[in-house]
């Protein structure tokens, strides 16, 4: 969008026909010229509409592209248009060469007729889902910097110079978007459900303990990246779980993160619902927190369980008594459960740390390379015939013993003392012969 001459907004050369029946795209226009407008210069420092004047940086077609706005899009058709302008408006702001994409994600109004009338680059993203739709216009972005937001008008695009400003010259990787109070951010009456009011300073919670993510709205979908940056993260998640996958991925893998207060707008769309669904997309989300945490998921319960099954195995090898409780074999049984379902906990916390450090979902843990460098294949099987050869040792010792008395009647109250440690030991042995092989498996080094 550009001018030649200083001219009144109604004689502007707009990008459809202004004869014919008025379309959203142009209320739209109208609506962000007098938005914009209002936060101009004197006339004595700066000619009238001289927020439409292009720089010459930014046409010079010689010059990368240093800024993609991206907006994914599902019939926005009531706000698309504004979303767009206010975007040329800050790439004209800022002086730089940039663009604006809309990932259409099968829109059935007029969002891609709007987008196109306006200069906006369509990108056709046929696979459902939120984070779909964003991967695909991201992956099309020509420029250096990524920009990206929703495209009903909650979020402000007029105010991408101050999330460019904190990450040009490599100053960040990632600038997170903030509409919290805690952060410094703001929202408007009606622009947040009061469950989310909720819900999203908890996941936000989550985040800051589970992965120590130094952000304050995990949630908030306006936010800039450096596209080598994204391109290191190897982005998954095709829902609305991408945004908190960016936030962690790039926390565990030491990204310099920078937040911008912002202030939350009502949602401007009056045809169509939000595309946010509270409960399901909640679950996914804490669903991936704990994909994304073996630690949390499987090595933290493992270690309560095995402290729960050492305790009790000690209670009844001691013989102890406590308030009157005598703890004999049944504590025991129970105890030597707790202790193979935290085995296996934690065997599936080892594998799941080092797949996801294989496939390069997580960075690779020191403490697992040094457990896999102390305990290799052989040392672990080794380990693991020891225990089962005790245990059935102990079996067959039992056996025997029964055997020499006869086959008589048995003392319970003895002989599982011996006969549930021994299964226990035989049981956890098979646990890691077949864990280390496994280890190895998804260890082997890729060409």
């Given at each position: 969008m550009s001018a030649t001459d200083p001219q009144s907004p109604q004689e502007l050369q707009l990008p459809f026909n202004t004869q014919e029946q008025r379309n959203p795209a142009e209320e739209q226009m109208d609506r962000v010229v007098d938005i914009l407008t209002a936060d101009q210069h004197s006339p004595a420092e700066k000619p009238e509409n001289a927020?439409?004047?292009?720089?010459?940086?930014?046409?010079?077609?010689?010059?990368?592209?240093?800024?993609?706005?991206?907006?994914?899009?599902?019939?926005?058709?009531?706000?698309?248009?504004?979303?767009?302008?206010?975007?040329?408006?800050?790439l004209e702001k800022m002086g730089i060469r940039g663009e604006v994409i809309v990932a259409d994600n099968g829109s059935r109004d007029d969002s891609v007729e709007i987008a196109e009338?306006?200069?906006?680059?369509?990108?056709?993203?046929?696979?459902?889902?939120?984070?779909?739709?964003?991967?695909?216009?991201?992956?099309?972005?020509?420029?250096?910097?990524?920009?990206?937001?929703?495209?009903?008008?909650?979020?402000?695009?007029?105010?991408?110079?101050?999330?460019?400003?904190?990450?040009?010259?490599?100053?960040?990787?990632?600038?997170?978007?903030?509409?919290?109070?805690?952060?410094?951010?703001?929202?408007?009456?009606?622009?947040?459900?009061?469950?989310?009011?909720?819900?999203?300073?908890?996941?936000?919670?989550?985040?800051?303990?589970?992965?120590?993510?130094?952000?304050?709205?995990?949630?908030?979908?306006?936010?800039?990246?450096?596209?080598?940056?994204?391109?290191?993260?190897?982005?998954?998640?095709?829902?609305?779980?991408?945004?908190?996958?960016?936030i962690i991925k790039s926390t565990l893998f030491g990204a310099k993160i920078s937040e911008v207060p912002i202030t939350l707008h009502p949602d401007g769309r009056k045809t169509h619902a939000p595309h946010l669904r509270t409960f399901r997309d909640g679950w996914r989300t804490l669903r991936f927190f704990l994909l994304l945490s073996p630690k949390w998921s499987f090595i933290a319960p493992g270690?309560?369980?095995?402290?729960?099954?050492?305790?009790?195995?000690?209670?009844?090898?001691?013989?102890?008594?406590?308030?009157?409780?005598?703890?004999?074999?049944?504590?025991?049984?129970?105890?030597?459960?707790?202790?193979?379902?935290?085995?296996?906990?934690?065997?599936?916390?080892?594998?799941?740390k080092s797949f996801a450090a294989t496939e390069g979902i997580l960075p690779k843990d020191a403490r697992v390379e040094r457990f896999c460098r102390r305990f290799t294949l052989e040392r672990c099987l080794l380990g693991a015939a020891g225990l089962i050869a005790a245990g059935i040792g102990t079996i067959i010792w039992q056996t025997l013993s029964w055997g020499a008395g006869g086959f008589g009647n048995l003392d319970y109250s003895v002989t599982m003392l011996r006969i549930i440690p021994a299964a226990g030991a035989v049981a956890i042995g098979a646990q890691l012969a077949f864990s280390s092989l496994m280890l190895r498996l998804i260890r082997l080094a890729r060409r």
């Open positions: 927020w439409l004047q292009v720089d010459s940086k930014v046409t010079d077609e010689t010059k990368p592209v240093e800024l993609s706005i991206v907006m994914p899009c599902l019939d926005e058709a009531d706000t698309v248009g504004t979303c767009i302008l206010k975007a040329l408006h800050s009338s306006l200069g906006a680059r369509v990108v056709h993203v046929d696979r459902p889902g939120y984070g779909a739709a964003l991967m695909g216009g991201i992956e099309a972005a020509k420029g250096r910097y990524v920009l990206m937001g929703d495209a009903d008008d909650s979020y402000d695009f007029s105010q991408a110079h101050k999330f460019y400003e904190q990450i040009k010259d490599g100053q960040a990787d990632l600038v997170q978007g903030c509409r919290l109070a805690a952060g410094g951010g703001r929202v408007m009456p009606g622009a947040m459900p009061w469950l989310h009011q909720w819900g999203n300073p908890a996941l936000t919670w989550m985040v800051r303990k589970m992965f120590r993510a130094k952000i304050h709205d995990v949630y908030c979908g306006m936010r800039i990246f450096s596209k080598e940056h994204y391109t290191r993260l190897d982005q998954r998640c095709t829902g609305m779980e991408f945004a908190t996958e960016m270690a309560m369980l095995a402290l729960l099954g050492v305790l009790g195995c000690f209670l009844v090898m001691a013989k102890l008594t406590v308030a009157g409780v005598v703890f004999e074999a049944h504590t025991l049984l129970l105890s030597v459960l707790a202790l193979l379902v935290s085995f296996q906990l934690g065997s599936f916390g080892l594998l799941a």
